[in-house]
């Protein structure tokens, strides 16, 4: 009765799209664009900006991501309660996710979160210009 979060990717099947799990417990997960804004001539494919929304314009200059995961556990641990955690995904000590007690889910703080970042050079892009 209770589901785990997992993280899935849509596969192309013939005509169909399926579903493909990834990885369970992922609860949630937030991209920050890089974005190489040097004056023209001096781009050098290192970021200079981050942001969640590049407009039309920035997205040729995007040169790396940073993506960042809410890892929850998936097995219940009643004694344990996260409600006084929060968690920042983005880096910007803005709370992105805190679990709440809700009378219709008592037990949704009863799970262990972890927050794991990774920073992604997109090569085709930053190497080009760094060389």
Same mark, same amino acid.
Request: hydrophobic fraction near 40%.
């Given at each position: 009765?209770?589901?785990?979060?997992?993280?899935?990717?849509? $596969?192309?099947?013939?005509?169909? +799209?399926? $579903? +493909?799990?990834?990885? $369970?417990?992922?609860?949630? +997960? !937030?991209?920050?664009?890089?974005?190489?804004? !040097?004056?023209?001539?001096?781009?050098?494919?290192?970021?200079? @900006?981050?942001? @969640? @929304?590049? &407009?039309?314009?920035?997205? !040729?200059?995007?040169?790396?991501?940073?993506?960042?995961?809410?890892?929850?556990?998936?097995?219940?641990?009643?004694?344990?309660?996260?409600?006084?955690? @929060?968690?920042?995904?983005? &880096?910007?000590?803005?709370?992105?996710?805190?679990?709440?007690?809700?009378?219709?889910?008592?037990?949704?703080?009863?799970?262990?979160?972890?927050?794991?970042?990774?920073?992604?050079?997109?090569?085709?892009?930053?190497?080009?210009?760094? +060389?």
């Amino acid at each position: 009765g209770r589901p785990i979060p997992t993280l899935t990717r849509q $596969e192309l099947a013939g005509s169909t +799209m399926t $579903e +493909m799990a990834l990885a $369970e417990g992922i609860e949630r +997960m !937030a991209l920050l664009y890089g974005i190489d804004n !040097a004056p023209a001539g001096a781009l050098d494919g290192v970021a200079d @900006t981050y942001t @969640t @929304t590049p &407009g039309a314009a920035d997205w !040729a200059n995007v040169v790396s991501v940073r993506v960042t995961l809410l890892v929850r556990s998936t097995v219940l641990n009643p004694q344990y309660d996260d409600s006084a955690k @929060t968690y920042d995904l983005n &880096g910007d000590n803005v709370v992105d996710y805190q679990c709440t007690l809700d009378l219709a889910t008592p037990a949704a703080c009863n799970y262990k979160r972890k927050v794991f970042s990774q920073l992604v050079q997109l090569r085709n892009i930053a190497q080009r210009r760094g +060389m």
